[in-house]
């Protein structure tokens, strides 16, 4: 856990949480330290601006909650099928503090996809990449 205290927010209006074990097969290879990491610290840093008067929490989470998904364009009110303990992590995440939410506390879930620019190493793990070697 982080040794972050709310004294040490004191005065922010927003805390944006961008750390994390941060794909599918870094969360594979030990998936207790995932959910340590991403869901517990993730909701443990959101427990902490909370109890600081921080007013928003953005949590970078990630489209891979959806899973395989349904159809091509998702909303964000479409099933979650996380497949991975990477993917189950975030959406748990969100889950947990969403139950943090009140008039004075905001979370907020940005579903963020990998998908931008060219790589000199490809990453078939990642959503685009993999539905293109699909497709082809």
Do not use: W
């Amino acid at each position: 856990m982080c040794s972050l205290t709310p004294k040490e927010l004191d005065g922010h209006d927003c805390v944006m949480h961008l750390a994390a074990i941060s794909n599918d097969p870094m969360g594979d290879i030990n998936p207790e330290i995932t959910y340590r990491i991403n869901r517990d610290g993730s909701v443990h840093l959101a427990k902490i601006a909370k109890q600081a008067g921080v007013g928003r929490y953005l949590f970078s989470g990630s489209c891979s909650v959806y899973g395989a998904g349904q159809k091509l364009d998702l909303e964000e009110t479409d099933p979650l099928a996380p497949l991975t303990a990477y993917a189950k992590s975030k959406i748990e995440t969100e889950q947990q503090v969403a139950e943090l939410a009140d008039d004075g506390f905001t979370p907020v879930y940005l579903r963020n996809a990998t998908a931008y620019g060219h790589s000199p190493m490809l990453r078939i793990d990642l959503v685009v990449n993999n539905l293109l070697a699909c497709a082809i």
